[in-house]
Structures are given as C-alpha cells and as structure tokens.
C-alpha cells in the first residue's frame, strides 16, 4: 500500500485572503480596524452618519484608486483628479477597487442616458454605416455638433518661402439649428421683465439685481439709445429693440468705456445658460416666472437636425431609435442582420441587454440624464461592468437598494452575488434587510452618528448580527404593524388626464390632510404622476432627491440660514456690524481667508491642507473671538452640535428665537448630532436629505410631497421619519410620499399603487385604498409584499 503523498505546503501568494485596514481615522472614525474577506460579500451598517461611508470610500476606495493612479506617468496624473493619502496606519491586501457611488449625473442639458452610456456614440457609428441616404460621418447623427463651413487663405512656410493657399473645410454635424441641440426652444415672457407704465428710472425693470442705483442706472442714462425718463409704453420700435436685443455695443458714460447690451441676450448669458437647479432662489424663481420652455417645432424635441432625421435604417431614423424604450430598441437589433458590422452591433446589444438586465429596460437613451432618480443613476453606472471579464476586483456600492421596490431588490442582490461569485470583493453599505441578509460578512459601525460613532460595534455573520445586542441588530427583524385606524381626509387633490413620461391618461384623487404613499416598482410612473402632476408652487412644499449643492465653505449654519439670526445677534450684543461673524466676509482670518486650513497645490501631487497657524482653524481674526454672547465666541458656537445650540439659543441671555426655531427643526428630523460648522462636503447622503427637509419645513405650505425620505437612513431611524410625517399631518399638513420602504407603507392612512410594470407595462394605477385592504387583496406585486413584509 503506498504513502499517501504529505499535502504542498500552501504558496506565499495565496496567503493574502484579507483587505487588513489598522488605525483609520478618516473624519468621525476612531482608529478603527477591520479585517475583510476577500471575494465575499462584505455588508456594512449603521446609523446614518456613523461612519460607514468613511470607512469604505474615504478609506479602502479611496487609497485603491490613489495607489493605481500612482502607475501613471506624472504627465498623466496632471490630468487626473488628486487624492490625499486616507489617514490610516495600515492598508493591506487592496485590490482595484471600482467605485459605484450615488453621485447624481450631472444635470448639463446636453446630456442624455444615451450619451452617458456610451449607447449614443455606438448608434451614431451604426447608422454613419448603414444609415440610407448616406449623410456622412457619426458627427452627422450627433446632437451636439453643429454643423459649420468656412474658407480663406493660410499662409505656409516652403522651402524658405511664405507661400499663400486657399483653404475650405465643412463639418457636417446632426445639430438642430433652431434649438441648438437642446429640444427645446426658450420663450420669454416681457412682462415678468418690466412694467412698461414706468420709466427705467422709476425702477421700471424687474429682473433680480437690476437696479438703477448702480451701473445699469449710469449705462441706462448714459448710452443715449432712448430716454431713461420715458415710460417704456412710449418707447418707439427702434428704441424697444435697443432695450431688449441690442447686441453688445461699447459707448462711453462719464468718460468711462462700457459695453452696452440688450436686456434678452444679457439675461440668457447670465441666467439662461446655467443650469436651473444651481441658481440662487431668488433668481430661479425669476426664470421660471419669466422663461416658458417649449418643445423646438423644428425638430420636434428630438435635437437633431433634419437631414439626421432622413437618413434610416429599415425605416427607423436615429431619432426613433433613441425615443424608443431601451428594451424594444434590444428587440429591434436582434433582428438586425449586417455581418459588416456584426462586433458593433455585439457590442451594442451587449450594453442595452445589461440595461434590461438590471431593470432599467423602461428607459429611453433620450432621456436627459438629469432627470434620473440617484437609484437609476446608480444602475446605469453599474452597466459598463456587468458581464466584465474582470476578476479579483473589489466592487464598491453605496445603497444599490435605493429607488427599487422589495420586488426589484431580489434582481439586486442576485447581481450583487454574481459579482462575488466571479471571484471578486464586494463592499456594500446598505440599510435594508433583505440586502443584509445576503452577506458573507457584516460590519456594523455606530454606536450613534457623528462624533458618537465611528467605532466597530460588531462584526462576523448575519446570524450573529441578529443575536448581538446593536442598535442594526436589534433592529433587524423589526416590521411597521399596520394602524388599527387611519385618518379621514379632508378632501382630495384632483389630478385628471396625467400623461406625463409613461403615463396613460391617469386619473386619481390624492387624499389631502393625512399621510398618503404612492408606491410601485421602479419606473412605474410614481415620480412622473406626482411631480408632473403637483406643481411645486403654491402651498405646495417639493423635497425631492437632488443633491444639496455646497462648497467646503458651506455648512449646516449657512445652509438653513441659522447664520443670519446668529451673526444678527452676536452684532446687537457687541454693538458692531453683523459682516465680522461671518468667516466668508469681514471677519475672515486674513491669513486663510476663513477657509480655516491653508491649501497648498503640489501639481500631479495630492495637495496639501494645514491648519492656519493665525487662527488655529477658528477661521476668524482674533478681534472677532472677543466678543461674546452668552459666555461664548462665534467659534465656540459654531463648533457646538445642534442639541447644544439649541438650549443655548433657548433661554438665557442668547435667547435667539429665530436661531431657535430653525435648530428645533434640524433635531426634529434627527440631525441633533451634527456640529453648527461641519462643512456640507463631509456629510453622508442620509444626512443631506434630512438638512434639506429641516430647511424646507420652514416654508409655509400645506402639502408636503417627499421623495424616498427613507433613502440613507438606519432601521432605527425609520422610526424617527415616521414620527415626522405624523407629527406634520397631526399640525393639519397633507403629506404625499413617494417610497418604496414596507414600513412607510403600512403606515400610511392611503396607498395609490403605479403598475402592473415599469415604462409601456406600467403608468396605470392599480390599486388604491388603505393598506390593510391592500394586503387583504395581494392583487398587485406591492401587496404580495407588504403582506409578507407584516406577516399576514
């Protein structure tokens, strides 16, 4: 009988089976170390604001992406954005790391799901080959090259000589001429600009930041075009067109050279060409008083000019193409046999069977990316790595649940699981149940948010997970009972004919003073019937999932407008002027400027930030730390969290009422944790949203329409929302949400369902009613699941 041979010592190379990370001290983490398996499913968890997101993108992500950047040349790092090395003691056993974050897509006009996903350029190759009649090269098919021609002569360098040539070149582009590729055509209205029974100089211009006491009034008098003390209704024809669309002319008032300009081609320079959304309030509201959006009756709202129109493929253009849904468009290149293009249309199938695939079959490529909920922008940036042939890769996703209904949170979780089971790493931060459930290992950070987590509370198995004694864990098979009773409404909001996107002439009436939730899967029409069909405008209040826009300057003090009554008082208690408590204006450190640190740009090089010396990263001169309210410097009082501020400014001699109200807010949505200077770049997706509810609570509206509060936030925290929305359909609110969490569900007083499908299978209403008879009829795939989610 022979020996059995002694197993191989196992090879140094397949030792490295973990991600090791020792002593992490990214923003509120408190030198945490964790070991994670590779080519696992590893979830991470806890409260919003815990720390997870430090804990996996600023950290693991983050010296990932910067150690490969590190390969590149420096010529190339100078083109490449620069990271900072984590604040860590030990990273070991990274891999690529592939980072699929909920940023939003930008909203740029220009940019499509088509032009986004690379779907757009494959298509323009496509019909640039086979398109009849031959139009010319891609550029022909594209929205945003327009198309230009010129000739003239150019002088060149000859054996010594300087010779002239005449030279003539065209570009044919595919953009509309009337709209410039944007689909649609701007109309403004002149009323909203002036009141023609004024003269200019009786203030007759009512565009925000005109006012005749500054250099309008001296261009206005000075240019001579028409008479400043004319009421404009007598103004002559001549003199109406200089007013409104002179183009740039220089004159010279009081000796001085200025350039005069129109008052329609200024505003489109200065407001019209930036994105609606970035605009200061004031301004925006302006816009959307003055400018009516039209579709370009030229091209249809299709962008693209008329010859890209003309040419097709089995009778279907290019513009047909991107209107269509994206899994009809998969059906229609199935049945496209062109062995001259065969790896083209390969490809191309490959990238809309991916979007079928992860459900966003029910999109159009034509679709402006800017309209995508930060769920759909998340899948759409999965696309280019499903079916990747990439092994040992670690894949990092922030919340891949949001925006899907429990129905479409299985199909998740089993790509999820593909990805592991290709051999890769997959790291998760994730709230819901069900996508914990599927772990191969969990991290649960906390215990609290900010300054009160940033510790590892548990770590191992779900099943331990549920047995260990953390906030997730005992959270974790918590479920919402249905109310006994539901409230009345008061009466109803009609919405008649809703056609909006997918939408088949719907009708419905919302329920007003109780808490109504309109669910469905992914894509069935939710958003487009609420925010198509409730106008945010009169007495109605929109928080909606865009992103808060906020510099490193800004913080939850500037974004509420909590600074002003602060600056207000501390100036009333000083006797000076309210300028110096502010660190971006007079009271700025003048060796920083009030930024607190001092930035220096190393190049290709990550830079560097030090604290000011000056003001230790206070941020304001020394005199402005001498005066006090209440015992305290403005430093201190930024410095303090909500909770703190909020009993100071309650009574005593900082008694600040206005200050007052706006912290009540920010506890009541559960932000007590946060500190009044945090700069707004530091805070967690769950934390943004809940800053932006506090802010709009403010505002005196009747009926509140929120978009997935619950996204970002802890099972605890649930609770805490629910609390919310009661609290404001208790003060005589109606409070309309669009979710997808079971436990907003069986709390709410009414439930409109949006179905049977997403895109052409859905846009109907399927159900409507209380939630206990919803989950008596399981008739549509919501009530399958809300039955199950509370165990009838």
Known sequence: MSKATPSPAPHAADSHDLIRVQGA??????????ELPKRRLTVFTGVSGSGKSSLVFGTIAAESQRMINETYSAFVQGFMPTQARPDVDVLDGLTTAIIIDQERMGSNARSTVGTATDANAMLRILFSRLGKPHIGSPQAYSFNVASISGAGAVSIERGGQTVKERRSFSITGGMCPRCEGRGSVTDIDLTALYDDSKSLNEGAITIPGYSMDGWFGRIFNGCGFFDADKPIRTFTKRQLHDLLHKEPTKIKVDGINLTYEGLIPKIQKSMLSKDVDSLQPHIRAFVERAVTF?????????????????????GISIADACAMQISDLAEWLRDLDEPSVAPLIGALRHTLDSFVEIGLGYLSLD?????????????????RHLGSSLTDVTYVFDEPTIGLHPHDIQRMNDLLLRLRDKGNTVLVVEHKPEAIAIADHVVDLGPGAGTAGGTVRYEGTVEGLRASGTLTGRHFDDRAALKETVRKPTG???????????????????????LTVVTGVAGSGKSSLIHGSIPAGAGVVSVDQTAIRGSRRSNPATYTGLLDPIRKA?????????????????????????????????????????????????RFQAA???????????????????????????????????AHAILHRLADV??????????????????????????????????????????GLHLADVEHLLGLLDRLVDSGKSVIVIEHHQAVMAHADWIVDLGPGAGHDGGQIVFEGTPADLVAKRSTLTGEHLAAYVGA
């Open 367 to 383: 679709r402006p990316s800017g309209t995508l909920s930060g769920g759909e922008a998340q899948r759409t940036k999965m696309i």
């Open 624 to 658: 402005v730390l001498e005066y006090h309210l209440g015992g305290r410097d403005i430093s201190e009082v930024l410095a303090m969290s909500v909770t703190e501020a909020e009993e100071f400014f309650g009574d005593g001699e900082a008694r600040t009422p206005a």
């Open 492 to 514: 109803a909001l009609e919405i008649r004919g809703a056609t909006a996107h997918n939408l088949r002439d719907v009708d419905v009436d919302i329920p007003l003073g109780v």
């Open 670 to 711: 559960g932000l007590g944790y946060l500190s009044l200077g945090q700069p707004l770049t530091t805070l967690s997706g769950g934390e943004r949203q809940r800053l932006k509810l506090a802010t709009h609570m403010a505002e005196k509206g009747g009926v509140y329409v929120l978009d997935e509060p619950t996204s």
């Open 25 to 34: 001290r990214v923003n509120n983490l408190k030198d945490v170390s964790v």
């Open 294 to 314: 039209t579709t370009c009756p030229e091209c249809g709202g299709t962008r693209l000019s008329e010859a890209a129109r003309s040419s097709k493929i089995e």
């Open 570 to 618: 501390f100036a009333k208690a000083n006797g000076v002027k309210p300028a110096l408590f502010s660190a971006n204006s007079e009271g700025a450190c003048p060796a920083c400027n009030g930024a607190g640190v001092i930035y220096t740009d190393l190049a290709m090089m990550a830079g560097v930030a030090t604290t000011c010396e000056e003001c230790e990263g206070k």
